[in-house]
């Protein structure tokens, strides 16, 4: 099938090679413009774009989809189907009626349950046991079309969401590899979401990073899983030169209990509202490299009886 490719991030990446790997046609790469990144803020291509490159695609990076000179440009692709993977852009009707088959949108939970812009990161932060891949016919609603395929995956305990986005990446893109094998041969049935059980999952603020000691063990440790690799949830203390930031990449709840915020021992762990929380892995201010809990605190002059604020 003629399929055009609509994505941005190392997420949308397996799915594109799979879709060329499977022997289908990609008269264009849609994904957002080169953006500035590193210490020299040097623009750098989107991972998709590097991908489509390396391939001799196509690549198209309008900052808006919308007006008839997009919608034009659109139809001379004669697609079958769009394949779009967060994109990043909203897709007007003129374009979502364009392809044959409609536009198929691979998103990163089990809808209804969070829609929206961070659903891997909102599954690990509200504590879900589970999580997974869907593949959906966009509308112009919010993540609201009707799901034909699904893909599960456990969230077990000490997963974090950058764990689980390299996890769900394969998944995905398996997923869709089945989805356009069923477009192409036996049709593709669709199911409308469910009305009820429908969360948004807001894209992740950097007032949330925080890390709050004052609430049960369990929230803290997902919230700071949830948060990895970023913006990585942080707390503050006074390392030998006044207040630092640390940020903390990992952690799972643990026996202990005390004021919310106290260093219990020297391994990392810290007491919560209810329980304590063990820190398994921190990267401070400024540092490229990550420690344990035990090993950041033998450089931290932190004792057991400190607060982390």
């Known amino acids: 099938m003629r399929v055009v490719f609509m994505g941005t991030p190392d997420f949308a990446v397996p799915t594109l090679a799979r879709v060329l790997a499977d022997g289908h046609t990609v008269p264009a790469v849609y994904t957002r413009a080169p953006a500035k990144a590193g210490r020299g803020m040097a623009l750098r291509p989107s991972p998709v774009q590097a991908l489509a490159e390396r391939h001799g695609l196509p690549v198209l990076t309008p900052a808006s989809l919308k007006g008839d000179e997009a919608a034009e440009t659109f139809r001379r692709h004669e697609a079958d189907v769009a394949v779009v993977v967060a994109y990043g852009l909203l897709l007007p009707q003129a374009i979502l009626d364009t392809p044959r088959h409609g536009c198929l ?56 969401a950058g764990d689980l986005h390299d996890a769900l990446m394969p998944l995905g893109a398996d997923l ?18 469910a009305d009820e059980g429908v969360l948004y999952a807001a894209k992740i603020g950097n007032d949330e990073a925080r890390i709050a000691w004052d609430r049960p063990a369990e929230e803290v440790a997902a919230h700071i899983n949830g948060l990895s690799p970023f913006p990585g949830a942080f707390f503050e203390a006074d390392l030998g030169k006044g207040p630092e930031r640390v940020k903390v ?5 643990a026996e202990g209990s005390g004021s919310p915020g106290t260093l219990l021992d020297a391994e990392g762990t810290i007491a919560c509202a209810t329980g304590a929380v063990h820190l398994t892995e921190l990267r ?23 607060r982390l604020a």
Not at 176 to 193: K, S, V
Not at 249 to 253: D, K, N, P, S, T
Not at 284 to 306: N, V
Request: charged share 25%; hydrophobic share 45%; proline share 7%.
């Open 105 to 160: 949108n691979l998103h990163g939970s089990l809808l209804p349950r969070w829609r929206g812009a961070a659903p891997i990161q909102r599954a690990v932060m509200a504590g879900d046991a589970e999580s997974g891949v869907g593949i959906m016919r966009m509308e112009a609603g919010l993540d609201t079309g009707p799901v034909a395929l699904e893909a599960r995956l456990p969230i077990t305990p000490g997963v974090t």
């Open 176 to 193: 869709m590899a089945e989805a356009l094998r069923r477009l192409e041969t036996d049709g593709l049935a669709f199911t409308p979401q």
């Open 249 to 253: 990449l990992r952690a799972e709840a």
């Open 284 to 306: 401070r201010a400024g540092k490229g490299g990550t420690a344990s809990g035990a090993e950041f605190l033998r450089g931290a002059r932190l004792e057991p009886g400190a």
